[in-house]
Structure formats: structure tokens, C-alpha cells
């Protein structure tokens, strides 16, 4: 059985002050969460308070991103040795924006993944298709490439540590969201891909979460999804009360 995972990606939102405020109030308002695992990936300059604030609580904190080495002439990048030094519990990779926005590659975005492993950080591992790719029909080829190439050098006991989050890419921040149909077909082809790559095992082990305007009125529909193994949530994971709400559903379903 495989446990709910409701993270949440703050993308380029709450600084310190908000962050240490948007946990005080996610505390009030939910205490008993034991059967998900929470999880809130803030800005790195926001890490180090929230971990100060989840010290007691059972809530993983994670990176957005991270460069594939120790250090070196890399400006702008983050150390992995960095993001353990504050504690940090899992990391984000080839998110759609990192892959849009910042050109990375699935051969980059592979690299970071190994050595997220080899760190121990639990990797996110993002995949999805544009609006084009899918108009293309080519929704399950670039699905395909992107998780070969992630899982590409990776032993079975690495990859059952990977959670993969398909996110549709014109389902974020667009307000438009996969059915609870569209999502599954593609959880169920990528599992179906991991099974062909390793065996079922890891197939059924792996967590595979949906991203993309997920918020409290879609939440019950899409996580009821026997292939939905939780949520990767920007928007409304920037507001304690919609990420609670979110955590509510998934502690019923
Ligand atoms: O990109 C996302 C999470 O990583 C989804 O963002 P939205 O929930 O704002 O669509």
C-alpha cells in the first residue's frame, strides 16, 4: 500500500517571515495527518526557518532544485552538501519550469537525479507534456524519453526511492486540470514503463504523484485515483488553508 504524499512546490513565493507565519497557521489547523506524508518545498533562503519550525513536526523539507556537484566555479547553483547541511529531506528535479524556463535537459536532469540518490534526498522526479505534445499525440513518447532517461543508470533499490510527479504542463498554474481520467492513463503508462524498465516491484512501490492546479475543490477526485499516489501543489500549497484542506481530503480518501 503505498502512503499519500501531499508536497507542496512554493516556486518563487514566501519568504522567511511568510514562511514561519504559513506553518504557525498549517498547525493550527491540522495536528492529526499520520496517515499522508506532508511535505513543502520553499525558496532555499526560506529552508533553514522551515525546518526551525517543522523541528517537532512530521513534515519533510525539501529544495527545488540542485546542481549535480559538490562545489566549484558554478555561480548562481546549490551544493547538495549545502541542502544537507540544513537538513534538507528531498529535492525537486526537472521540474516543467526548470525544463521551460531554464533550458535543462533530460540529461542534466538525470545527472542531478543519481546524485540526489547518492546523497540520500528523496528525489521528485517531474515529467509531463506541453499542450502541443499532447495535441501531437505525443504525450506518451515524450513521457517515455524523459523517464528512460531519468531511470536510465539508476539500480532497482535507486529507483524505488524516486517519486515521480507527472505534471501536465498546461495544467500549471493555468486553472486547467487534468481529468481524474487523463491523469490516471498517464500514471498507469508510466508505472507500465518502471515494471518494463526494473519489474513489479518497484513498479508497485514507486509513488507517482499529480501536479497541476490541483486545490480543494478537484483534490477528492483526483486522489481517489487508485493510480494517484498524491499531489504536487503550487498554488494552493502557498496558503495554509488550502494546503490544509488538501491534507484533510487526502487523510479521508
Ligand atoms: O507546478 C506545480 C507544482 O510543482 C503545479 O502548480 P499549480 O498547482 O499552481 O498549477
Not at 513534515?59 to 546549490?78: H, P, R, S
Not at 541542502?83 to 533550458?103: A, P
Not at 545527472?111 to 517531474?126: T, Y
Not at 519489474?199 to 475543490?217: H, M, Q, T, W
Amino acid at each position: 500500500m503505498r502512503k499519500l504524499f501531499i508536497a507542496g512546490n512554493w516556486k518563487m513565493h514566501n519568504g522567511v517571515k511568510d514562511t514561519e507565519d504559513f506553518f504557525n497557521e498549517l498547525f493550527n489547523l491540522v495536528s492529526n495527518y499520520e496517515k499522508v506524508d506532508i511535505a513543502i518545498a520553499p525558496p532555499f533562503t526560506s529552508i533553514p526557518k522551515a525546518v526551525e519550525v517543522c523541528r517537532t513536526k512530521r513534515v519533510l523539507i525539501g529544495a527545488q532544485n540542485m546542481y549535480f556537484e559538490d562545489k566549484g566555479a558554478f555561480t548562481g547553483e546549490i551544493s547538495p552538501q549545502f541542502l544537507k547541511e540544513l537538513n534538507v529531506d528531498f529535492v525537486i528535479l526537472g521540474h516543467s519550469e526548470r525544463r521551460h524556463i531554464f533550458g535543462e535537459t533530460n540529461d542534466l536532469i538525470a545527472k542531478k537525479l543519481k546524485k540526489a540518490l547518492n546523497e540520500g534526498f528523496i528525489p521528485i522526479l517531474c515529467v509531463g507534456e506541453t499542450l502541443k505534445e499532447r495535441e501531437d499525440e505525443k504525450t506518451e513518447t515524450v513521457l517515455k524519453e524523459q523517464v528512460d532517461s531519468a531511470f536510465n543508470n539508476l539500480t532497482p533499490d535507486e529507483a524505488k526511492r524516486v517519486i515521480i510527479a507527472y505534471e501536465p504542463v498546461w495544467a500549471i498554474g493555468t486553472g486547467k486540470t487534468a481529468t481524474p481520467e487523463i491523469a490516471r492513463d498517464a500514471h498507469f503508462f508510466i508505472r507500465k514503463r518502471i515494471k518494463e524498465l526494473y519489474n513489479s516491484i518497484v513498479a508497485d512501490e514507486i509513488r507517482i504523484l499529480y501536479g497541476g492546479s490541483v486545490k480543494p475543490e478537484n483534490a477528492k477526485s483526483l486522489l481517489q485515483v487508485d493510480q494517484i499516489d498524491g499531489a504536487l501543489i503550487g498554488g494552493a500549497s502557498l496558503k495554509a488553508q488550502s494546503f490544509a484542506e488538501i491534507i484533510k481530503i487526502g487523510m479521508e480518501v
